[in-house]
Nanobody, 117 residues
Framework: QEPLVESGGGLVQTGGSLRLSCEAS??????MGWFRQAPGKARETVAI????????NYAAPVKGRFTISRDTAKNTIYLQMNNLKPEDTAVYLC????????????WGQGTQVTVSS
């Protein structure tokens, strides 16, 4: 199974935008999610998208600013992040779970997002 590989992180000013990508060639048909972990804080869910890409849900702090999507032809998951805030600073991780699984058990290494004030 090919690993999940995130990219697209970086340093951006408050109010800026970034688009994260997650290469997920081995995870067609899986529920996919973006999570984040800031220093000293627990990992938190950011957004989840269904296996067919037709439904998604978001954590309250990012709703209206972030959009999760998936390109099934490219087996890639995206997270478009707009109007970024300093509190969005974290390592962002892509994860996958099977349709019958309860937990996400396939994880990428993460990509750092830093938002300066």
């Amino acid at each position: 199974q090919e690993p999940l590989v995130e990219s697209g992180g970086g340093l951006v000013q408050t109010g800026g935008s970034l688009r994260l990508s997650c290469e997920a060639s081995s995870f067609s048909g899986y529920v996919m999610g973006w999570f984040r972990q800031a220093p000293g804080k627990a990992r938190e869910t950011v957004a989840i998208i269904s296996a067919n890409g037709e439904s998604s849900n978001y954590a309250a702090p990012v709703k209206g600013r972030f959009t999760i999507s998936r390109d099934t032809a490219k087996n890639t998951i995206y997270l478009q992040m707009n109007n970024l805030k300093p509190e969005d600073t974290a390592v962002y991780l892509c994860a996958a779970r099977g349709l019958s699984a309860v937990e996400f058990h396939y994880w990428g290494q993460g990509t750092q997002v830093t938002v300066s004030s």
